[in-house]
């Protein structure tokens, strides 16, 4: 089946550090990737995303590497600040015919924060 | 930027009770879900609808739940007779084109059931 794992939080950085949250899939057919961010109060809006094997998607200083050879969609940051203080979302959205309408499988999410 | 928006923000019920969550998708969007999330549990789809009606479901989307778009502009879920598992983050979202897009979702209405 489809699943998600994602490194379990809290993760507590000090700003300008180094971000890695570690995202693991399992999937039966040729998905999609994504990682969706929380700000509090807010609804899950979408960071960035890759479509097929070795696509990197990125935005705001975020990336991530689609490798299909070890099933990870890890997401890093070079120097995080104070407003990404977020909680992170991993995703898949299979392609397979069962799932017409591209039905998303979510890891527990991790909570990032970030102090000055 | 256009919005998905959820009404309340917060709902707290009697077990048994019935419950409606609110949600008015993004106007030239099609494709319309909702996704609940347990605490410190993972966000878990519940169902996808398209063209008025139910495109897929999950085994959480038993007959207790129904979703309907009465006006082509709300996209409600009803919980029929709450249970106190039904306490949860629930989450509207919607889409122009399914899969690689990415979803707009809502900021989620927290309901509680007591």
């Known amino acids: 089946g489809n699943s998600v794992t994602q490194m379990e939080g809290p993760v507590t950085l000090s700003e300008e550090a180094f971000l890695t949250i570690n995202c693991t899939y399992t999937?039966?057919?040729?998905?999609?990737l994504f990682w969706y961010v929380q700000y509090p109060g807010e609804g899950l809006q979408l960071l960035l995303k890759?479509?097929?094997?070795?696509d990197k998607g990125s935005n705001k200083g975020f990336e991530a590497t689609y490798r299909k050879e070890t099933t990870s969609f890890h997401l890093e940051k070079g120097s995080v600040q104070v407003s990404d203080s977020a909680v992170y979302f991993c995703?898949?959205?299979?392609?397979?015919?069962?799932?017409?309408?591209?039905?998303?499988?979510f890891g527990r999410g991790t909570q990032l924060t970030v102090w000055p | 930027e256009p919005e998905v928006t959820q009404t309340p923000s917060h709902q707290v019920t009697q077990m048994g009770q019935e419950v409606i969550l609110r949600c008015v998708p993004i106007?030239?969007?099609?494709?319309f879900y909702w996704y609940r999330q347990i605490l410190g549990q993972k966000v878990e789809f519940l169902v996808s609808?398209?063209?008025?009606?139910?495109?897929?479901k999950s085994e959480i989307f038993d007959d207790q739940f129904s979703v309907e778009r009465p006006d082509g502009s709300n996209f409600t879920l009803k919980i029929r007779s709450t249970k106190l598992e039904d306490s949860a983050m629930y989450f509207c979202?919607?889409?122009?084109?399914?899969?690689?897009?990415?979803?707009?979702f809502g900021s989620g209405t927290r309901l509680t059931v007591v």
């Open positions: 995703a898949l959205s299979d392609k397979d015919r069962g799932s017409t309408l591209g039905r998303l499988y």
């Open positions: 999937a039966t057919g040729y998905p999609s």
């Open positions: 890759a479509t097929k094997a070795d």
């Open positions: 106007s030239n969007h099609l494709y």
């Open positions: 609808f398209y063209n008025n009606e139910i495109s897929e």
């Open positions: 979202a919607s889409n122009i084109l399914p899969r690689d897009l990415g979803y707009t």
